[in-house]
């Protein structure tokens, strides 16, 4: 299994663009979620979703956008990018709101 | 609302010495707490929970304990290494196992010097 995947790794973005960040998962999870770190912050839940066809809002919500198509894929929007943006962010996914399994993380700058 | 506060934002200790880092949180009705610890450049992995029916749990060298009352829980490192240096983040969990979110901890950077 390659269990949580994330693509990019990295990503340049100028203000005012959009992109998609990429989430899957080969574990049959019903449970994923989207975190951003930044310095000092911790981690910071964006979206999350507790199966296919539903998402719900976490901490900071907004700027994203999320969908859950289907139990394997969970990619995030930003619909406009922001310099605020600049970050870490991770996926994670798990059989329910137990153990997460993070992916390797996306690092995302925005200029 | 949901928080969780993690202190302190960093540790410094002798190798061999102890570590205690520790959580507060707010929700009363969660009943979920998991530590995990981030390596430079690697993902957050899970390294001990515990579920409030429980107030203490141990796995080597790593125990967590629990207050319910206080509303707070800790990690207790023992016998520290060198390769225990990580972030560690505590977090809890804010509504049901199933439909409920992880609300973590701004995160504790552990220095162990040998």
């Known amino acids: 299994n390659a269990g949580v995947t994330q693509t990019p790794k990295f990503q340049v973005l100028k203000t005012g663009q959009s992109m998609t960040l990429q989430c899957a998962q080969d574990m049959n999870h019903e449970y994923m979620s989207w975190y951003r770190q930044d310095p000092g912050m911790g981690l910071r839940l964006i979206h999350y979703s507790v199966g296919a066809g539903i998402t719900d809002q976490g901490e900071v919500p907004n700027g994203y956008n999320v969908s859950r198509s289907t139990t394997e894929d969970f990619p995030l929007r930003l619909l406009s990018a922001a310099p605020s943006q600049t970050s870490v962010y991770f996926c994670?996914?798990?059989?329910?709101?137990?153990?997460?399994?993070f992916g390797p993380g996306t690092r995302l700058t925005v200029t | 609302g949901e928080n969780v506060e993690q202190h302190p934002s960093t540790l410094s200790v002798q190798e061999g010495d102890s570590a205690v880092i520790k959580c507060t949180y707010s929700?009363?009705?969660?009943?979920?707490f998991p530590w995990y610890k981030q390596e430079l450049g690697k993902r957050p992995q899970l390294i001990i929970d515990i579920r409030s029916n429980v107030g203490e749990k141990k796995d080597q060298r790593i125990a967590v304990t629990l207050n319910k009352t206080a509303k707070h829980f800790s990690l207790h490192i023992t016998e520290t290494q060198p390769e225990d240096s990580a972030v560690y983040f505590c977090?809890?969990?804010?509504?049901?196992?199933?439909?409920?979110?992880?609300?973590f901890g701004q995160g504790t950077t552990l220095q162990v010097k040998p």
């Open positions: 977090a809890a969990l804010h509504g049901s196992s199933n439909t409920g979110k992880l609300i």
């Open positions: 994670a996914s798990s059989p329910f709101v137990g153990e997460q399994y």
């Open positions: 929700d009363s009705a969660s009943n979920y």
